[in-house]
């Protein structure tokens, strides 16, 4: 190989290094090394927390100490193609799908998603008055709503997801460790703190007492609700996003990879009629 051919080798080499370098410094925003066993660390704009890949130590992204509460995961128990096998069986169930459903659709994207969540043990306990108005005379009726919960706040700002319709699986949760992740899933880390993540859970369950209350009375005229917030976890939960194509159409399922069930599926709409 002549010296120049070897130069020009090297430049090519260096232009290309370069170009992607320029690239992957426009997709990753920030870095910083791991403050256990000093690994990079990526991570995106408005994540607090962040999990190391290398030795699964997570730390508060702003001061680099250890994060306190406990951080569990539950194990994905799907691939690729044993997924789409509990898609395709959801397709052939329920009355309310098309006949073809299964057979015609077209998967074209299946993604492994662990999302974060703080999930909240609290004691709720509401008072209420209302007015029973279905009797002559109305009738003031007073009454009370005591819960138990373990709520659950998906620890994102932005990102979609049905949670009051997700029944977390609590007792499949194991210590979070990252070798159990899959090389092609994404993680996503908390944009929420767990103060922030309380007053969601109170603004929730709030509102959710106001609709018990208004199963038990017509109009409800006072109500007050007191919270005893116990024991609190951060956990990954992993989340298949599906999408598939039905007569042109795209449509959405999600699917709890811990306990394959589906948790939102979006249903094509079926026309009927005598033609």
């Excluded at 069986?89 to 969540?117: C, H, Q």
Aim: with cysteine.
């Amino acid at each position: 190989m002549s010296p120049h051919f070897g130069h020009a080798e090297n430049r090519r080499l260096i232009s290309i290094f370069r170009y992607r370098s320029k690239r992957l410094s426009m997709s990753v925003v920030h870095k910083i090394d791991c403050a256990h066993c000093g690994a990079p660390i990526q991570f995106n704009p408005g994540e607090i927390l962040t999990t190391c890949r290398y030795c699964g130590f997570t730390q508060v992204i702003e001061t680099g100490s250890a994060f306190t509460f406990a951080h569990s995961m539950f194990m994905n128990k799907y691939d690729s193609t044993s997924v789409e096998n509990v898609v395709r069986e959801w397709m052939r169930s329920g009355f309310a799908k098309p006949n073809d459903l299964a057979k015609a659709a077209e998967i074209t994207a299946k993604n492994l998603v662990y999302l974060p969540f703080w999930v909240l043990g609290v004691e709720a306990s509401t008072a209420y008055e209302g007015i029973f108005e279905r009797l002559t005379p109305p009738l003031l009726k007073k009454g009370e709503i005591r819960k138990n919960y373990d709520w659950l706040i998906l620890a994102r700002k932005a990102t979609q997801f049905p949670a009051r319709e997700y029944d977390v699986p609590l007792e499949g949760k194991i210590p979070y460790d990252f070798r159990k992740i899959e090389s092609f899933a994404k993680v996503l880390n908390s944009e929420i703190e767990k103060d922030v993540a309380v007053e969601k859970a109170q603004q929730q369950i709030e509102a959710h007492h106001q609709f018990l209350a208004k199963q038990d009375v017509d109009r409800v005229v006072k109500i007050s609700t007191d919270f005893k917030f116990g024991d609190s976890a951060y956990l990954h939960a992993p989340i298949w996003f599906i999408v598939y194509v039905y007569k042109g159409e795209n449509h959405q399922i999600i699917l709890d990879g811990a306990a394959g069930m589906v948790i939102k599926g979006d249903i094509p709409a079926t026309r009927f009629g005598l033609f």
